[in-house]
């Protein structure tokens, strides 16, 4: 058997079953389980504030983010930050990515200078000056 990754539908994953495997009587087929809706094409949009626990957050320029889906799953990403969001609508994925950016911009800002190596001095001057809190 081969390893699930994120980018794998789950008809994929059922497809790897053996053929006498077969449902439990009464469960729905794949088919029948799955919503029928549209994949939504990949497409990118800016950022230009984040609240997250009603505390509004505006970026020092808009933040690019990038918008996949696969199966039900949506994705929300920034390659720069190397930041996801994930979740099973587009508005719950943005809004994990807006979490995202929020906890690793407080992690950075805390952090030294001396206490970063490698790509996170990359990213820790990235954060630092990435947000500032609205008042």
């Known amino acids: 058997m081969t390893m699930v990754g994120a980018t794998r539908s789950a008809h994929e ?3 790897e079953f053996p053929a006498h495997f077969r449902p439990m009587p009464g469960s729905p087929t ?6 029928v809706r549209p994949l939504l094409k990949p497409f990118k ?14 970026p020092a320029k808009p933040i690019g983010v990038n918008v996949t889906q696969d199966g039900a799953w949506f994705f929300a ?5 190397k ?3 994930t979740g099973g609508s587009l508005e719950e994925a943005v ?3 807006e979490h995202h950016i929020v906890h690793f911009w407080q992690y950075y800002r805390s952090l030294e200078d ?4 490698g790509d996170a001095i990359r990213l820790k001057n990235i954060f630092s ?3 500032a809190e609205a008042v």
């Open 30 to 35: 794949y088919e029948e389980a799955a919503p």
């Open 114 to 117: 001396s206490q970063v190596t």
């Open 13 to 15: 994953i059922l497809g």
């Open 77 to 81: 990403e920034n390659e720069a930050l």
């Open 83 to 85: 930041v996801v969001g």
């Open 45 to 58: 949009f800016p950022l230009l504030k984040l609240t997250i626990a009603g505390h509004t957050f505006l």
């Open 95 to 97: 809004l994990d990515l």
């Open 129 to 131: 000056s990435l947000l």
